[in-house]
Structures are given as C-alpha cells and as structure tokens.
C-alpha cells in the first residue's frame, strides 16, 4: 500500500511539474526521473532490509527452538552458544569448546 501512495505521490508531483513551472520539457522529464529513481531505490531498499530481517528471525527462531544452525562452518546451537539479542550475535558459553567466540547471526544460513 504504501508503493502505490509513493507512486501517486511522484504522480502528483509530476502534475504539479507539468501545470504550475516554467521547465521544459525535457526538464520536467529529467527532474520526475530523478524522483522515480529515488522512489524506486527506496523500496528496492526496503523491500532487500525486510528480507534481511526476515531472515535473522527465522535463524532466532530456529535457535530459541533448539535447533543446530551452520555460521561460517560452526555448528551453532543452544548447547554451546547463547544469543545476545540486542546484537544477533551467538556467544560461546563457559566450559564449551567455542568459549568466548563471538558469531554473527547475519553470517548463518
């Protein structure tokens, strides 16, 4: 909902380009080009973060359900790791073989 008001917003835009100034033509052109393309990075920017984060929850997920996670070659699991949650980042727990090893979520697959 919110890519068709962004759309309907540079529309508009592009109206007001076209009625109320003085550019040429291929000035209102080169100007609501500049703005679709802004428009444009913007949800394809959006649209790449909430992957990413969809994907960090679904590692969460499957970390709080006791399942073993690979991070760069480590198997990650609640065993030997525990999460810090303001970070995404496992840590490795006390007497464990991954002691003090710090894994980005990010990293997991």
Partial sequence: MAYLAGLVVVTLFFLILHYFTELT???KILVTAVVLALVFSA???NVYTNKQT???NTIVMQFNQHKTIKCNGVDV???YFTLSIGTYTFIGKKNTPNYSQMISASTCE
């Fill in 25 to 27: 033509k291929k000035e």
């Fill in 43 to 45: 949800i394809t920017y």
């Fill in 54 to 56: 969809q994907n960090m």
């Fill in 77 to 79: 699991n609640d065993t």
